[in-house]
């Protein structure tokens, strides 16, 4: 066996990277496969890239979430013909291996999941005929089996969800009649027993979600195919909504990000009449101040994209992949808050969009997405 350190030309500060190729020798290891490490820093902060083990089914547009096992669980998504599937697969990150679960009851693709204590529950999402879907199933990590609790008070796809106390918050959602809802629900798992909750002043879907204390943060989605730049905070200690000023700049197929008290938005694609251009944006928003507080904008990413993988490690926001102009991307940069100045970051090895983003166990992964057709890669960025 031998080492082989391969060390970029770009010293800067702000990026540095090298890559570390682990070999077999020849003879009867040689059929194993290489691993490849890649590193860099931004300021003060080591970044590593490194690949899983491929899932056992490739799928695009799936919902990971980390189980209360610890394992990461992938559900759902589209096959090479963009049919829902009802896959289930468990990662063990101590085995570094796969196992395929039994599916679920309902197929389909981007749902809402939480992980609440031992189990997984799934919400609405699109079925095999398009359609969204009132179906809310709930796994049991401990049993190994899925059951089938009431459905949702209207089907829907694009559900935003949170778990708090032992209950699910699921918020918006884009009906059968393609219209919007300002639904604002909470599950009690153990009994079965759905109540609806004061609903959002803006109707949408596919909002970004935060919870930070007693406070549910709403932000953006999507008006049938138009984005929506509304910004509201639910107050659940007091059942009440309060409107936020709006995100400056709509667009479709962007991702927040929270940082401690600071939500980040970037990214996306514009849609104004018939230009639609993707986006570069970055702006942020103290939610400290309150509803008095105003949003700022900043430098745009270097490489602008829509539909990528975002999430923060070590104090810096990181973004991956997505899609821009020819396609999938490999392009990786993350932006540093109190610099608020974009760096480089090693590229992923495959172009990716529509991947689930997922901040698990200190790493930020793009799980599955849009390549060449879906994929089973999942890739994970983590601190040295």
């Known amino acids: 066996m031998w080492l082989q350190l391969k060390c970029s030309r770009t010293w800067k500060p702000e990026y540095r990277s090298f890559t570390l190729v682990h070999?077999?020798?020849?003879g009867r290891h040689s059929d194993l496969s290489h691993t490849t490490v890649t590193m860099a820093t931004g300021g003060r902060v080591?970044?590593?890239?490194e690949n899983f083990t491929p899932m056992p089914t490739s799928r695009s547009f799936c919902t990971a979430v980390e189980g209360g096992d610890s394992k990461l669980y992938v559900i759902g998504g589209c096959e090479e013909n963009g049919v829902p599937i009802d896959a289930l697969e468990a990662y063990d990150p101590a085995a570094k291996s796969w196992e395929k679960l039994d599916g679920m009851p309902t197929k389909r693709a981007g749902p809402a999941a939480v992980s609440v204590g031992q189990k997984i529950v799934v919400l609405g999402g699109v079925s095999v005929t398009q359609a969204p879907l009132d179906a809310v199933e709930v796994f049991d990590i401990v049993e190994r089996k899925w059951t089938q609790l009431n459905p949702l008070m209207a089907a829907a796809l694009g559900i935003a969800a949170v778990a708090r106390d032992g209950k699910v918050m699921a918020v918006g959602g884009m009906g059968v009649d393609t219209n919007p809802q300002d639904h604002l629900r909470s599950l009690d798992i153990e009994n079965d027993r759905w109540k609806g909750l004061a609903p959002m002043p803006t109707a949408r879907?596919?909002?970004?979600?935060?919870?930070?204390?007693?406070?549910?943060?709403?932000?953006?989605?999507r008006q049938g195919k138009e984005p929506c730049a509304a910004f509201e905070m639910y107050d659940i200690l007091s059942n009440t909504w309060t409107k936020f000023p709006d995100i400056p700049s709509k667009r479709v197929f962007p991702q927040y990000v929270m940082s401690a008290s600071v939500i980040v938005s970037l990214g996306g694609l514009f849609t104004q009449g018939q230009d639609r251009r993707f986006s570069g944006t970055t702006e942020t928003f103290d939610t400290e101040k309150g509803e008095t507080g105003r949003w700022e904008t900043h430098r745009p990413m270097k490489n602008k994209r829509a539909d990528f993988v975002a999430g923060v490690l070590g104090e810096k926001v990181v973004i991956a992949g997505g899609l821009s102009v020819g396609g999938p991307q490999t392009s990786v940069e993350g932006f540093d808050l109190e610099r608020k100045k974009w760096f480089n970051l090693p590229n992923l090895n495959t172009p990716l969009c529509s991947s689930a983003s997922l901040l698990y166990q200190g790493r930020l992964l793009a799980v599955g997405g849009m390549s060449a057709g879906p994929t089973n890669i999942v890739a994970a960025l983590g601190i040295k």
């Open 46 to 49: 080591q970044f590593q890239w």
């Open 205 to 221: 879907y596919a909002t970004g979600i935060f919870l930070r204390n007693d406070k549910l943060y709403v932000l953006g989605g």
């Open 23 to 26: 070999k077999p020798q020849r």
